[in-house]
């Protein structure tokens, strides 16, 4: 079983900035890919950032240049640093995990974000 712990969600005011954290524990002894997604109300799930070994991190347009994906591999743990956050990105952050060999999926169970005008 694997497991994701989340946390950095809260509420801000617009041009403020949070710190998301997501940590994988449990049967995942290697990480291909982590990510994170984001879900508002009424909308569907896009994509926010994704970070790949050997790769360079790829972002949503919305973000680039605010947001910045990071992962600690001893940790398994993956980071959200988001600055200059806009009302717009009000949503559910969901940790997004790829597990090496057999490329299972997994799912965080969301955090809040929400950022005032």
């Known amino acids: 079983q694997v497991q994701l712990v989340e946390s950095g969600g809260g509420l801000v005011q617009a041009g403020g900035s949070l710190r998301l954290s997501c940590a994988a524990s449990?049967?995942?002894?290697?990480?291909?890919?982590m990510g994170w997604y984001r879900q508002a109300p009424g909308k569907q799930r896009e994509l926010v950032a994704r970070?790949?070994?050997?790769?360079?991190?790829n972002y949503a347009d919305s973000v680039k240049g605010r947001f910045t994906i990071s992962r600690d591999n001893a940790k398994n743990t993956v980071y959200l640093q988001m600055n200059s956050l806009k009302p717009e990105d009000t949503a559910v952050y969901y940790c997004?995990?790829?597990?090496?060999?057999?490329?299972?999926?997994?799912w965080g169970q969301g955090t809040q974000v929400t950022v005032s005008s």
């Open positions: 997004n995990v790829q597990r090496s060999g057999d490329l299972t999926i997994y």
């Open positions: 449990g049967r995942i002894f290697s990480i291909n890919a």
């Open positions: 970070i790949r070994s050997g790769y360079i991190p």
